[in-house]
């Protein structure tokens, strides 16, 4: 059974950095088909996704609002995966997500739809203030 667990939110100032983390567990790695990535939703919103990566073949994809600011890595040793947030703005005041899904690369990092990510994690918040 996959079970992601986020943390790592909290409240900065616009400007600030933050850097969630996502532990997983019985994701099955090796099989070149593993997609992780993060999503975010703030009140009253649909839920947008960020940023997502190929975690066995390689490949990142990143939303526009947040390309050149936010990082997605992993640590597979630690079964960890990050999102390292710089230069953050108010508008990216949300509630967290991770994400795990099998399946191919373009709808991993090209096309993506949160509806066919199967695992998600409770969520963790950021708030920006500016």
């Known amino acids: 059974q996959v079970k992601l667990v986020e943390s790592g939110g909290g409240s900065v100032q616009a400007g600030g950095s933050l850097r969630l983390s996502c532990a997983v567990s019985?994701?099955?790695?090796?099989?070149?088909?593993?997609?992780m990535g993060w999503f975010r939703q703030a009140p009253g919103m649909e839920r947008e996704w960020v940023a997502s990566?190929?975690?066995?073949?390689?490949?990142?994809g990143y939303a526009d609002s947040v390309k050149g600011r936010f990082s997605i890595s992993q640590d597979r040793a630690k079964n960890i995966m990050y999102l390292q947030m710089n230069s953050l703005e108010a508008g990216d005041t949300a509630m967290y997500y991770c994400a795990a899904r099998y399946g191919d690369r373009f709808g991993c990092t090209v096309v993506i739809d949160a509806g066919n990510f199967r695992y998600w994690g409770q969520g963790t918040q950021v708030t920006v203030s500016s």
């Open positions: 990566m190929f975690v066995d073949a390689g490949g990142t």
């Open positions: 019985g994701f099955a790695y090796g099989n070149g088909n593993g997609c």
